[in-house]
């Protein structure tokens, strides 16, 4: 008797650690096959766009993210001489972010 105890308290033990394992959201930051190294990249929660967590590519373009509840929730990715681009988050399944070059030239400032 107490063996089968032990037994379910272990199994549902387990499956309550399981369930509550955060997922990773992890990719790559490019712009024309190249890795685009130090873009921001923002974790929003897709219901009101608040900011889950910030991270930064490095220099082969990769970020990620981990210790994150399941939910819904969208990259923003910007970086300087880029467009800001948006995209789904998917669980679990690495993303590839192509940024497309700004159109908008930065100025230069006389002191």
Do not use: W
Not at 26 to 31: F, H, N, P, Q
Not at 90 to 104: D, F, G, I, M, T
């Amino acid at each position: 008797m107490k063996t089968a105890a032990l037994t379910f308290l272990i199994s549902v033990f387990g499956l309550c650690a399981f369930s509550q394992d955060p997922s990773p959201y992890k990719g790559r930051v490019t712009s024309a096959n190249s890795p685009v190294p130090g873009a921001t990249i923002a974790l929003l929660k897709v219901a009101d766009s608040s900011l889950v967590k910030l991270s930064l590519s490095g220099n082969d373009g990769h970020f990620e993210f981990t210790a994150i509840p399941k939910g819904s929730y969208l990259y923003l990715v910007t970086s300087v001489g880029f467009d800001s681009l948006y995209a789904k988050a998917v669980e679990n399944e690495p993303a590839e972010l192509q940024l497309k070059q700004s159109s908008h030239a930065l100025t230069s400032v006389t002191v």
